[in-house]
């Protein structure tokens, strides 16, 4: 009798093992299929240096533009890569992108934010200035607000011009990039290249600049984007 009960209470014991292997097994294969969310799927920026190749964009005693604009993307991309954010560039180097293309890259990618740099040109003008489509949503406003704010409250520019709609030569168009991109968009004009005093605060204070700007990617990607994920 003893010799039956204990081979019942092995039999017993042998079947809660496997069993417990079993449980233990399935919430293994269970937790590893749980989706996990890399740095690479976090939601991207694309930054969109203006002009580039044979469009050198506005210019000013030898000045380029397109020069200007691309040195501080690349440093934008840089800050916002230092705070976890994925960044795609239009352009990394001298290239000439056609404003369908980059439109086109940045949809493909499915960015979350776009923000396309440039400098400004007249012959009086400076400052800084914001610009969204005509009828802006809240993240497109709050985007360029942010970094025009931030921009502003460092001390370095000469002028804060506001955040302007539609188009500068028609108030009721877009700026291409604005009305062809599927997420919340701004074209930025970082000073002007015809102004001295502007160039001048745009060479000694770039890495200030780039900061600000990536500060404000990263509050509307905090605001926005992971509120709605």
């Given at each position: 009798?003893?010799?039956?009960?204990?081979?019942?209470?092995?039999?017993?014991?042998l079947l809660l093992f496997v069993f417990l292997t079993v449980v233990a097994t399935m919430l293994t294969v269970y937790v590893c299929t749980?989706?996990?969310?890399?740095?690479?799927?976090?939601?991207?920026?694309?930054?969109?240096?203006?002009?580039?190749?044979?469009?050198?964009?506005?210019?000013?005693?030898?000045?380029?533009?397109?020069?200007?604009?691309?040195?501080?993307?690349?440093?934008?991309?840089?800050?916002?890569?230092?705070?976890?954010?994925?960044?795609?560039?239009?352009?990394?180097?001298?290239?000439?992108?056609?404003?369908?293309?980059?439109?086109?890259?940045?949809?493909?990618?499915?960015?979350?934010?776009?923000?396309?740099?440039?400098?400004?040109?007249?012959?009086?003008?400076?400052?800084?200035?914001?610009?969204?489509?005509?009828?802006?949503?809240?993240?497109?406003?709050?985007?360029?607000?942010?970094?025009?704010?931030?921009?502003?409250?460092?001390?370095?520019?000469?002028?804060?011009?506001?955040?302007?709609?539609?188009?500068?030569?028609?108030?009721?168009?877009?700026?291409?990039?604005?009305?062809?991109?599927?997420?919340?968009?701004?074209?930025?004009?970082?000073?002007?290249?015809?102004?001295?005093?502007?160039?001048?605060?745009?060479?000694?204070?770039?890495?200030?600049?780039?900061?600000?700007?990536?500060?404000?990617?990263?509050?509307?990607?905090?605001?926005?984007?992971?509120?709605?994920?």
């Amino acid at each position: 009798m003893k010799r039956f009960r204990k081979r019942c209470l092995n039999s017993i014991f042998l079947l809660l093992f496997v069993f417990l292997t079993v449980v233990a097994t399935m919430l293994t294969v269970y937790v590893c299929t749980l989706p996990i969310r890399k740095v690479a799927e976090a939601p991207s920026v694309c930054i969109d240096p203006g002009h580039g190749g044979h469009d050198s964009g506005a210019t000013y005693e030898g000045r380029l533009e397109k020069d200007d604009v691309l040195r501080l993307s690349l440093l934008v991309r840089d800050k916002l890569e230092a705070k976890g954010i994925p960044v795609y560039m239009t352009r990394e180097d001298d290239t000439f992108r056609t404003l369908d293309e980059r439109c086109t890259f940045a949809n493909q990618k499915h960015c979350a934010l776009f923000v396309s740099i440039h400098r400004n040109s007249s012959e009086k003008g400076k400052g800084m200035e914001m610009w969204v489509k005509n009828t802006p949503e809240k993240a497109d406003y709050f985007l360029a607000e942010t970094m025009l704010s931030n921009l502003n409250a460092s001390g370095h520019i000469t002028k804060a011009r506001g955040v302007k709609t539609g188009y500068i030569k028609n108030a009721d168009g877009n700026y291409y990039v604005n009305a062809h991109t599927k997420m919340p968009s701004c074209l930025a004009e970082i000073g002007f290249v015809t102004s001295p005093e502007d160039n001048e605060l745009f060479d000694t204070y770039l890495e200030e600049y780039a900061e600000c700007i990536a500060s404000g990617i990263e509050a509307t990607l905090l605001k926005f984007i992971n509120e709605a994920s």
